[in-house]
Nanobody, 125 residues
Framework: QVQLVESGGGLVQAGGSLRLSCAAS????????MGWFRQAPGKEREFVAA????????KFADSVKGRFTISRDNAKNTVYLQMNSLKPEDTALYYC??????????????????WGQGTQVTVSS
Protein backbone atom coordinates (compact mmCIF):
# COMPACT_ATOMS: atom_id res chain seq x y z
CA GLN A 1 0.00 0.00 0.00
CA VAL A 2 1.12 3.56 -0.69
CA GLN A 3 0.18 6.69 1.24
CA LEU A 4 0.65 10.01 -0.54
CA VAL A 5 0.87 13.51 0.92
CA GLU A 6 1.02 16.56 -1.33
CA SER A 7 2.47 19.93 -0.38
CA GLY A 8 3.62 23.16 -1.99
CA GLY A 9 0.34 24.61 -3.16
CA GLY A 10 -0.62 28.22 -2.57
CA LEU A 11 -1.65 31.53 -4.07
CA VAL A 12 0.48 32.93 -6.87
CA GLN A 13 0.12 35.65 -9.47
CA ALA A 14 -0.20 34.80 -13.13
CA GLY A 15 3.22 34.18 -14.62
CA GLY A 16 4.59 32.91 -11.35
CA SER A 17 5.87 29.48 -10.35
CA LEU A 18 5.16 26.82 -7.77
CA ARG A 19 6.73 23.48 -7.01
CA LEU A 20 4.48 20.75 -5.72
CA SER A 21 5.85 17.79 -3.81
CA CYS A 22 4.28 14.43 -3.11
CA ALA A 23 5.82 12.36 -0.36
CA ALA A 24 5.06 8.67 -0.46
CA SER A 25 5.26 5.99 2.15
CA UNK A 26 5.25 2.32 1.36
CA UNK A 27 7.54 -0.02 -0.46
CA UNK A 28 5.83 0.14 -3.81
CA UNK A 29 6.64 3.78 -4.62
CA UNK A 30 9.78 3.01 -6.59
CA UNK A 31 7.90 0.33 -8.54
CA UNK A 32 5.06 2.64 -9.57
CA UNK A 33 4.67 5.20 -12.27
CA MET A 34 3.36 8.39 -10.69
CA GLY A 35 0.95 10.99 -11.91
CA TRP A 36 -0.41 14.42 -11.13
CA PHE A 37 -4.03 15.31 -11.71
CA ARG A 38 -6.08 18.40 -10.97
CA GLN A 39 -9.70 19.24 -10.40
CA ALA A 40 -11.27 22.67 -10.61
CA PRO A 41 -14.67 23.41 -9.05
CA GLY A 42 -17.47 22.03 -11.17
CA LYS A 43 -15.10 20.17 -13.46
CA GLU A 44 -13.92 16.61 -13.77
CA ARG A 45 -10.53 15.49 -12.55
CA GLU A 46 -8.03 15.86 -15.37
CA PHE A 47 -4.61 14.46 -16.10
CA VAL A 48 -1.66 16.83 -15.79
CA ALA A 49 1.57 14.80 -15.94
CA ALA A 50 3.04 11.37 -15.33
CA UNK A 51 6.47 9.80 -14.93
CA UNK A 52 7.66 6.21 -15.13
CA UNK A 53 9.05 4.45 -12.11
CA UNK A 54 12.67 5.25 -12.89
CA UNK A 55 11.98 8.64 -14.40
CA UNK A 56 13.06 7.87 -17.93
CA UNK A 57 9.77 8.81 -19.57
CA UNK A 58 7.27 11.56 -18.90
CA LYS A 59 3.92 12.61 -20.32
CA PHE A 60 2.05 15.91 -20.10
CA ALA A 61 -1.37 17.25 -20.88
CA ASP A 62 -1.30 19.60 -23.86
CA SER A 63 -2.46 22.44 -21.64
CA VAL A 64 0.71 22.33 -19.53
CA LYS A 65 3.36 21.24 -22.04
CA GLY A 66 6.36 23.53 -22.00
CA ARG A 67 5.32 25.05 -18.66
CA PHE A 68 5.27 22.11 -16.22
CA THR A 69 7.88 19.47 -15.53
CA ILE A 70 7.60 16.30 -13.48
CA SER A 71 10.45 14.56 -11.69
CA ARG A 72 10.99 12.05 -8.93
CA ASP A 73 13.57 11.10 -6.35
CA ASN A 74 13.13 7.46 -5.45
CA ALA A 75 15.69 7.73 -2.65
CA LYS A 76 13.39 10.28 -1.01
CA ASN A 77 10.14 8.61 -2.08
CA THR A 78 9.04 11.92 -3.55
CA VAL A 79 7.62 13.11 -6.85
CA TYR A 80 7.61 16.76 -7.88
CA LEU A 81 5.63 18.97 -10.20
CA GLN A 82 7.39 22.18 -11.19
CA MET A 83 4.87 24.65 -12.53
CA ASN A 84 6.08 27.74 -14.38
CA SER A 85 4.28 30.51 -16.26
CA LEU A 86 1.15 29.80 -14.29
CA LYS A 87 -2.20 30.94 -15.63
CA PRO A 88 -5.51 31.56 -13.87
CA GLU A 89 -6.90 28.47 -15.62
CA ASP A 90 -4.34 26.37 -13.73
CA THR A 91 -6.29 27.07 -10.55
CA ALA A 92 -7.38 23.72 -9.10
CA LEU A 93 -6.88 21.16 -6.40
CA TYR A 94 -3.83 19.14 -7.42
CA TYR A 95 -3.52 15.46 -6.59
CA CYS A 96 -0.67 13.02 -6.93
CA UNK A 97 -1.41 9.40 -7.60
CA UNK A 98 0.42 6.08 -7.84
CA UNK A 99 -0.26 4.14 -10.99
CA UNK A 100 -1.07 0.45 -11.24
CA UNK A 101 1.67 0.38 -13.87
CA UNK A 102 5.40 0.87 -13.53
CA UNK A 103 6.46 1.82 -17.04
CA UNK A 104 3.22 2.68 -18.80
CA UNK A 105 2.09 6.29 -18.65
CA UNK A 106 -1.68 6.51 -18.48
CA UNK A 107 -3.94 9.55 -18.34
CA UNK A 108 -6.93 7.73 -16.84
CA UNK A 109 -7.66 8.18 -13.13
CA UNK A 110 -9.12 4.67 -12.93
CA UNK A 111 -5.65 3.27 -13.62
CA UNK A 112 -4.17 4.88 -10.52
CA UNK A 113 -4.54 2.87 -7.35
CA UNK A 114 -3.57 5.36 -4.66
CA TRP A 115 -4.30 9.06 -4.24
CA GLY A 116 -3.28 11.87 -1.97
CA GLN A 117 -5.66 14.39 -0.41
CA GLY A 118 -4.64 17.20 -2.73
CA THR A 119 -3.05 20.63 -2.45
CA GLN A 120 -4.75 23.81 -3.62
CA VAL A 121 -3.18 25.97 -6.30
CA THR A 122 -4.74 29.37 -6.93
CA VAL A 123 -3.46 31.64 -9.68
CA SER A 124 -4.64 35.23 -9.61
CA SER A 125 -4.84 37.38 -12.72
Amino acid sequence: QVQLVESGGGLVQAGGSLRLSCAASGRTFSNSAMGWFRQAPGKEREFVAAITRNGDYTKFADSVKGRFTISRDNAKNTVYLQMNSLKPEDTALYYCAASTYSSILTIYPREYAYWGQGTQVTVSS
